[in-house]
């Protein structure tokens, strides 16, 4: 099989001390892994484990839920961050999401793609985005006017704890979704090497990344962080249609 094929690719001569790819990127192990049929996914986090220097996104350092989806162990290393200036707005950032209602629904029907094939990973996320949306349908027409054509409510606290598991997003169900979210992200990484396997789009990808890092912020240290989140919800209207 291509996963056994992984040391062709890690033992190729270009890629050894001195190799015309002595040091190379994803495309690089892509172009080897096509001449050796190796998967250049796998040979990937194979040379990773003993490299001296690899290079990443800040997301899979910051970020604890992608950090765990691929397996980034931190443990001894040194960790040298490129325009650490904005780093405060970074782990902010990482921490935080904005989600709109169209992104939601295109997120469920690829979701509930994905369920036909492994219903044990899929189906629970597919039930949680189901219960943002239906959550979102019940409260926006009683938000509070803050503007003209604007309306914003938020909750904080043991309010915003409640406002989520009306949503099927519960701190008892959390580490269930938590487990299945990892597994689906590992599996995207993998299809990224291997385009014929399905997957969710890139940008499915992103915003269960975003979700699952600000859900697991707020429910970690058993709920000592609730009070640092609001959970807010607008609906405002633009010229020539409402959102």
Not at 13 to 24: A, D, I, T
Not at 55 to 79: H, T
Not at 135 to 157: E, V
Request: proline share 4%.
């Amino acid at each position: 099989s291509e996963f056994k094929n992984v040391s062709k690719i890690t033992a190729h001569p270009s890629l050894q001390p001195r190799g015309h790819n002595e040091v190379h990127d994803i495309e690089d192990l892509v172009k080897v892994g096509k001449n050796v049929r190796g998967c250049p996914y796998y040979a990937a986090w194979t040379m990773a484990e003993n490299a001296q220097l690899v290079f990443c996104p800040y997301s899979y350092i910051v970020n604890p839920v992608i950090r765990a989806g691929v397996e980034v162990d931190l443990k001894g290393a040194i960790i040298i961050f490129d325009e650490a200036h904005n780093m405060e707005d970074i782990a902010r950032e990482a921490g935080s999401i904005n989600l709109e209602e169209d992104t939601l629904f295109k997120l469920q029907n690829e979701l509930e793609q994905m369920s036909v094939g492994q219903p044990m990973i899929y189906q629970p996320l597919c039930e949680v985005i189901e219960g943002l949306i239906s959550w979102i349908g019940r409260k926006k027409d009683s938000l509070a006017k803050r503007d003209f054509q604007h309306y914003f409510s938020s909750w904080t606290g043991d309010k915003a704890l409640r406002e989520l598991e009306e949503s099927n997003i519960s701190r008892e169900c959390f580490p269930i979704l938590l487990e299945c979210f990892t597994k689906a992200i590992r599996t995207s990484k993998e299809a990224e090497m291997e385009p014929d396997m399905p997957h969710l789009s890139g940008i499915s990808v992103l915003t269960l990344e975003e979700l699952f890092a600000s859900l697991t912020y707020f429910f970690s240290r058993n709920g000592s962080h609730i009070l640092d989140y609001h959970l807010g919800l607008q609906r405002s209207t633009k010229r020539g249609d409402s959102s």
